[in-house]
């Protein structure tokens, strides 16, 4: 028996019966404790109040919704204005990211050190903290209405957020729509042909241009060609608020602002990390070839320090889609704000509620989990 | 035979030594680089004089109520009035002197850590260190009155949750990354399983869960405190964030080290124990302190839950009728108190690092 136990097969199984055995326990002790006091509390248990009539009404909402809606309808709110604040956050932090890690190397001692104190200074400040500071301290000292900044009678800013003009399409717009497309796809092509002529022929084409110059020219002749099928809907004061046009509202920028600049800061030093990670050999290299400083950054260093880069960028995109769930301190609509806080306190269900934005937030981070897989693989070096 | 003296090498020109070359060299090199310097300059410009003109030169130090502030600055009057509110909370006036001996003995500690050798009383004292802060806060024996964790807020709060989070979470992350690298298939499948999903979801919702989901998993009778309830959630909320960041540790470390141990005949946990952990944790340092200071930045998230750590303070504070207007200068205080811990951890983790550094190359 005890030379069985010394045997590390044998016990290796036999910790593992301890701990599933040991989890199993706890699970049950859980199961059956919750289901009791659901039961002795009175709580409602099952899905059934998803298609409740919520009765309260959302600030914001980028798809119809009314008090007569569902908290399904909540749901699909939620997470519509948690996957639009994680987008464009994602976007104004990479530019502000890219900026301030390109400043961080600069030899520009001045620029360096603003980048660095930039770095320092946002990201050891709690998130919530800017959140609030954006939302508490600059957006609400914003003019009222009625001396709202005014820029060309087309934007307004004031303490009610941000009014800009809403394009409103009409039934000719698609053909802008599918040029555009086509102009990607054209855009695209041409990249692919270049590279191809010049891995064969050495000669070079402004693929760059010829594609920017298409996606800017196939809309335009397409917007021509229609008669100009869109107008701008132009916001306008009428009573005590604007009407017309599209707001962002100061919840929804507090959180925008706080978010991409706290997230630039890491994405500033992913980009500074893969950059230095770039072994110095390998620039000199470049020189010696005879390529110039910008050749050598955008084939030499730059393919090297993307891929460094990246895999961390995309895990702060991440952190961002995350940390939006802070709106509920200042109550933009999303996920986290509407229905694990309002919905979860109308129904009380917080075990079905916080089980869905849970899962909600898990399956987010699995899809781009598995997109950062797909890429490591690709962008893998193909050693021999 | 002609003798040439060896001739004093002459100084480099004036524009290429000293501060002047400095400056040609890393502000004036080329008219793109002249660009910039001025530049920034020019957002130096914009940024430090307004910001010293109202946290300084325009701002009221003195005075006790917001009649005393009579400059456009700051009103620190409003953070030197509420300073104890932000640092104790609603902790009881007389019972004070707890809550000063409590920080004075964590700074004791440090010390403790900085000078005592041998590792088990370093590890006995961190391990000491919340169980007595939180006996001597919470009182209720021996003639101490009893205080509520309601009644305990601000700073002190804040660093009571980030303490018991680092020493409570440390351990269960150690074990669930040792988990993740086990062979034994059930063992690593739960530990990868926890640890994913704990990755993926937000800390608002674990923080959520852990106060409204969390009573109903116990018997009836049971009921934690609300402090408890958020402590276990970040507990177990950040021991993922610290698995991941050993087990970076522990991939760091190459095979030989774990053949070594085997040849010697170390069982698994002394394996672990003397030879691979103490170089795991070394490699995962930085990452570990990145770790602890999202922790302590976190646990500003208490306050969505309804517990009033030094955030929820201010925010509690600014709302005031005598002190209407105020978030600003609270705001900037809790930036100020918040960046001198971070900033300081992460400095202590460089210095760390260097000393831990045993890859004598140079």
Redesign the interface.
């Known amino acids: 028996m005890l030379t069985l136990l010394r045997n590390e097969k044998v016990r ?1 199984i036999l ?2 019966i301890l ?2 055995t040991g ?1 199993l326990i706890v699970a049950y002790f ?1 199961a059956i ?2 289901a ?3 039961e ?1 509390r009175g709580i409602k248990s099952g899905f059934d109040f998803l298609h409740a009539t919520a009765g309260f009404d959302i600030t914001e909402s980028p798809i119809p919704f009314s008090p007569q809606s569902t908290h399904w309808d909540v749901f699909k709110v939620g997470l519509l204005n948690t996957l639009i604040v994680s987008f464009a956050g994602i976007i104004l932090s990479s530019i502000l990211g890219l900026i301030i890690g390109v400043s961080r190397l ?6 360096n050190r ?1 980048a660095a104190g930039y770095i ?2 946002f ?7 800017q959140i ?2 954006w939302y ?2 600059v957006l609400a000292t914003l003019p009222a209405t009625r001396k709202s900044l005014n820029f060309f009678d087309s934007i307004f800013i004031n303490n009610r957020g941000i009014f800009i003009p809403n394009p409103i399409f009409e039934p000719g717009a698609w053909l802008i729509g599918v040029a555009l497309v086509a102009a990607l796809i054209g855009g695209w092509w041409i990249h692919r042909w270049a590279f191809k002529r010049h891995e064969e022929t050495g000669e070079n084409f402004p693929a760059i241009w010829a594609g920017l110059g298409l996606v800017i020219v196939l809309p335009l002749l397409a917007y021509l060609i229609m008669g100009g099928p869109v107008h701008f809907d132009y916001p306008a004061l009428k009573g005590f608020n604007f009407q017309g046009g599209k707001v962002f509202t100061p919840e929804f920028l507090a959180l925008l602002f706080a978010l991409s600049i706290y997230t630039a800061t890491f994405i500033a030093e992913a980009i500074r990390s893969g950059i230095e990670a770039v072994p110095k050999g390998q620039k000199e290299a470049a020189t010696a070839l005879g390529l110039t400083p910008i050749q050598s950054l955008r084939f030499v260093i730059l393919p090297q320090a993307v891929r460094i880069a990246i895999p961390s960028i995309i895990n702060q995109y991440l952190n961002l889609t ?2 939006s ?2 709106a ?2 200042i109550g933009y609509p999303e996920l ?1 704000t509407i229905f ?1 806080g309002t919905s ?1 306190n109308q129904t009380g269900q ?2 079905e509620i ?1 089980g869905i ?2 899962l909600t ?2 399956i ?3 899809v781009v989990s598995l997109i950062l897989n797909w890429f490591n693989a690709k962008m893998k070096i193909k050693e021999r | 035979m002609a003798i040439y003296p060896l001739k004093e090498a002459k100084q480099p020109p004036l524009g290429e030594r000293g501060a002047i070359a400095w400056v040609r060299h890393n502000l004036l090199s080329s008219p793109f680089n002249i660009f910039f310097t001025l530049l920034g300059i020019a957002v130096l410009a914009m940024i430090i004089p307004p910001f010293v003109k109202w946290a300084i030169t325009d701002a009221n130090f003195v005075g006790h109520t917001k009649a005393d502030c009579t400059g456009d600055g700051a009103c620190w009057v409003f953070v030197h009035e509420k300073l104890k509110m932000f640092v104790y909370g609603f902790y009881p006036e007389a019972e004070l002197w707890r809550a000063k001996l409590t920080i004075a003995i964590a700074i004791g500690t440090l010390f403790v850590l900085k000078f005592a050798r041998p590792r088990w009383i370093k590890i006995g004292t961190i391990i000491l260190l919340p169980i007595a802060a939180i006996i001597l806060l919470r009182g209720g024996f021996m003639g101490l009155p009893l205080v509520e964790t309601s009644k305990w807020g601000g700073l002190l709060l804040t660093l009571v949750i980030s303490t018991v989070g680092i020493v409570l979470s440390f351990p269960i992350g150690v074990l669930l990354a040792l988990g993740r690298q086990s062979r034994l298939p059930i063992i690593k499948t739960l530990s990868v399983f926890y640890i994913e999903l704990v990755r993926g979801v937000p800390l608002i919702t674990v923080l959520f869960m852990a106060s409204v989901i969390l009573p109903l998993f116990f018997p009836e009778g049971i009921n934690f405190d609300k402090l408890i309830r958020a402590l276990i959630g970040i507990t177990f909320f950040e021991a993922a964030y610290i698995a991941e960041n050993i087990r970076g540790g522990l991939q760091a470390i190459p095979k030989g080290q774990y053949e070594a141990a085997d040849a010697l005949g170390l069982g698994y946990w002394q394996k672990m124990r003397l030879v691979i952990l103490p170089q795991a944790v070394k490699v995962a340092i930085p990452n570990l302190v990145g770790t602890f200071i999202s922790l302590f930045k976190d646990t500003s998230l208490v306050m969505i839950i309804g517990l009033f750590d030094l955030l929820a303070m201010v925010q509690l504070t600014a709302n005031d009728r005598d002190w209407l207007g105020m978030e600003t200068e609270g705001y900037v205080f809790v930036a100020f108190v918040f960046w001198i811990f971070t900033f300081s951890m992460s400095f202590f983790s460089k210095r760390l690092e260097k000393h831990l550094d045993t890859n004598n190359r140079d």
């Open positions: 290796g910790y593992q701990v599933i989890f859980i404790n919750t009791h006091n659901i002795v600069s030899k520009n001692w001045i620029i603003l320092e200074t990201r050891n400040i709690p998130v919530l903290l609030l500071f508490n301290v995350k940390n769930s802070l509920a301190a986290v694990a979860l917080a075990l916080l934005t849970m937030y898990l987010i981070s699995l």
